[in-house]
């Protein structure tokens, strides 16, 4: 699974009980993160280096490398996320607009939201 460290999170004052929250996702070479949702937040992400496999609902299968950018509606199911690379890291930035409380209670961790199965 990718690491995944916080960048920003900021509560939008014109949107009340909103934040916009900005993460750096690292991928070493082949890995990938499990299917999973983002706790009913907006997802917009942009490729920084590498390139990423990327599955969404029941849609095809996407190769996006550095520059390019994909977007999560709230509840989308993104089933394939990962490192397109074996011997390459590849990262992304995403940016959410998520419920604040989700945050608030359980930190950037519950902004992941990895199907019951694949749970550890």
């Given amino acids: 699974m990718g690491q995944v460290e916080l960048v920003y999170h900021n509560r939008l004052p014109n949107c009340p009980g909103k934040s916009c929250v900005g993460l750096l996702v ?4 082949n890995a990938s993160t499990p299917p999973h949702r983002h706790a009913g937040a907006s997802l917009s992400a ?22 390019g950018t994909f977007f999560e509606a709230p509840g989308c199911h993104h089933k394939v996320s990962a490192n397109y690379s074996t011997t390459e890291p590849a990262k992304i930035f995403a940016t ?16 992941v939201v990895i199907d019951e199965e694949y749970r550890v």
């Fill in 96 to 111: 959410l607009v998520v419920d604040t409380e989700v945050v608030d209670k359980g930190g950037i961790e519950a902004l």
């Fill in 26 to 29: 690292t991928f070493p070479p």
């Fill in 46 to 67: 942009l490729v920084l280096e590498g390139t990423v496999l990327n599955k969404m609902n029941d849609g095809p299968t996407h190769v996006i490398g550095a520059g």
